[in-house]
């Protein structure tokens, strides 16, 4: 009884070790590619931090929600209208801030591919990669997101379900999410994109959603963008 309590025991730590190594490893990768986003409703606004991106392929293409970038208003009609904001930059983990120069979005998901002026960008940036395949239930994860009032915010967890709904397939996760965490990458041990942070719903407790590698994978196609750079 004693050797299994001791097996136990030391198997534990052995886990728990792994499992702070692995976010060692990760936290410089995701805090080196990840951005803060910010934007102005109009020219004469102040800057207001809206979310959070991820440097890919080049130093000029930046990956985050579509919602990131555009606001949701009513009309008098009572419809819902989409419209852009005046201006988007993005601070990196040198808080050096650079201006989005053109931006295109995904028709069939949340996503959106922001241009960064050439000019402005002083450092290379580390560059992200995205799996090949979806995570399963039960797989690490880990992403950096930037709250609207504070942050940055880490966090690590693991994939807790699929489901479609309205035609949008998501995996829900531990991860703790709130408003600014949207287009967060959402990184596997292996510090591979699997996914994008999108949403939390609140029921009895919260529910963090991302966006799956598959439906990225399609949305960047889509977009005449190589998922496999």
């Known amino acids: 009884m004693k050797g299994l309590f001791l097996f136990i025991l030391t198997a534990s730590i052995v886990l728990c070790q792994a499992q702070s190594n692995i976010s060692k490893k990760l936290i410089g990768l995701a805090s080196r590619a990840s951005v803060e986003i910010s934007v102005k409703v109009t020219d004469d606004a102040d800057w207001r ?27 008098d009609s009572g419809d819902q209208v989409i419209t852009q904001y005046a201006k988007i930059r993005v601070k990196f983990s040198d808080d050096n801030y650079v201006d989005v120069t053109a931006h295109q979005e995904a028709k069939d998901e949340d996503i959106s591919i922001l241009t ?11 560059l992200l990669h995205i ?19 504070f942050g940055p915010m880490l966090s690590t967890g693991y994939v807790t379900s699929f489901y479609t709904r309205e035609g949008k397939t998501r995996f829900t996760m531990s991860n703790p999410i709130i408003g ?7 990184l596997n041990k292996y510090g591979q994109v699997i996914g994008v942070a999108v949403s939390c719903w609140r029921y009895e407790v919260s ?14 196609k889509s977009l005449n963008i190589d998922p496999n750079k």
């Open 49 to 75: 931090r809206e979310g959070t991106g991820w440097a890919y392929k080049d130093q000029l293409t930046i990956i985050t929600a579509k919602h990131v970038i555009q606001d949701s208003i009513m009309n």
């Open 116 to 126: 960064l002026d050439k000019s402005e960008i002083k450092v290379k940036h580390q």
């Open 131 to 149: 799996a090949k395949v979806n995570p399963e239930v039960g797989n690490f994860t880990l992403l950096i997101g930037f709250p609207q009032w």
């Open 180 to 186: 600014g965490h949207s287009g967060s990458a959402v």
């Open 207 to 220: 529910v963090s959603n991302a966006i799956t590698t598959e439906k990225l994978r399609e949305a960047l």
